[in-house]
């Protein structure tokens, strides 16, 4: 299924989210190679369940703001990168492999700057 709109109601924010290349090693700072299972999913990108199961996203981007949403008490806007709570969240992919992400404004924990 192609979702034409998906659009957040009441206190909720909808967020886009792309999958992010799985490594299958880490190297640290200090030189240490860890697996990438091993890892913490918010040290090397979160995790998510979606249909198909497990996957590491990129940082989710808001896509749309619920109305009874206070924006100038979280401070977001469309198109932030955020980091959330991956406890509340309800997430589902369209046929295109867009992943949405619907959570409480009160899971999203950060708003991030993403280096080009």
């Known amino acids: 299924m192609i979702y034409e709109e998906v659009k957040a109601a009441g206190r909720y924010v909808v967020l886009k989210a792309e999958k992010a290349e799985d490594k299958t090693e880490v190297k640290t700072e200090s030189g240490i190679i860890l697996q990438a299972d091993t ?13 198909t199961g497990k996957v590491r996203i990129k940082p989710p981007v808001v896509h749309s703001i619920g109305p009874k949403v206070n924006v100038d008490e979280i401070g977001i806007k469309v198109g932030d990168s955020v980091i959330l709570n991956d406890y509340d969240i309800h997430s589902f992919l369209d046929d295109n492999g867009t992943i949405y992400i ?14 080009e």
């Open 102 to 115: 619907v959570c409480k404004d009160e899971s999203i924990q950060s708003v991030i700057k993403v280096k």
């Open 39 to 51: 890892m913490r999913a918010n040290s090397s990108g979160q995790r998510i369940n979606v249909e």
